[in-house]
């Protein structure tokens, strides 16, 4: 979902239909371009915080990040996560203000995992949702 916010022009809520199927193959086509802008976004939002500063020391730059910051799992990540469920700043993993703590219902693993959101988090379920909305209907309905 993060890709989203480097997509997003404004009209995320309005994407209906042929235009929905329309934005989807407007993003999929450039795929690489929207992700590489994405990271430096995330790294610029982010390049402060306690995780990624461990890793970079304040660099924002992409080859840095690579070489640098393992790929990780919610394990390694759960403490930052705790450590802000029982009182500490956002900035532990965001440059953000986390304003939900959402639950997963545990299917996967056996245990519920908590998930930090952000506000812009809903706006990207919205901007997915209609997206996809248009594609279902095509493949259930053929409208």
């Given at each position: 979902l993060l890709f989203l916010s480097v997509t997003m022009d404004g009209k995320k809520l309005e994407y209906k239909g042929e235009e929905a199927l329309k934005e989807i193959e407007r993003l999929t086509m450039k795929a690489s371009e929207v992700q590489e802008s994405l990271l430096k976004q995330i790294l610029t939002h982010n390049r402060e915080t306690e995780y990624l500063n461990k890793f970079m020391r304040g660099e924002k730059n992409i080859?840095?990040?690579?070489?640098s910051v393992p790929v990780t799992t919610y394990e390694r990540i759960f403490p930052y996560i705790q450590r802000i469920a029982?009182?500490?700043d956002s900035s532990l993993i965001t440059g953000h203000q986390i304003t939900e703590m959402l639950?997963?219902?545990?299917?996967?693993?056996?245990?519920?995992k908590i998930m930090p959101s952000i506000a812009e988090?809903?706006?990207?379920?919205?901007?997915v949702y209609n997206l996809t909305m248009?594609?279902?209907?095509?493949?259930?309905y053929n409208t």
């Open positions: 080859t840095e990040f690579k070489s029982n009182g500490e639950c997963s219902s545990g299917t996967s693993g056996g245990e519920p988090d809903l706006e990207r379920r919205t901007f248009p594609i279902m209907n095509q493949l259930i």
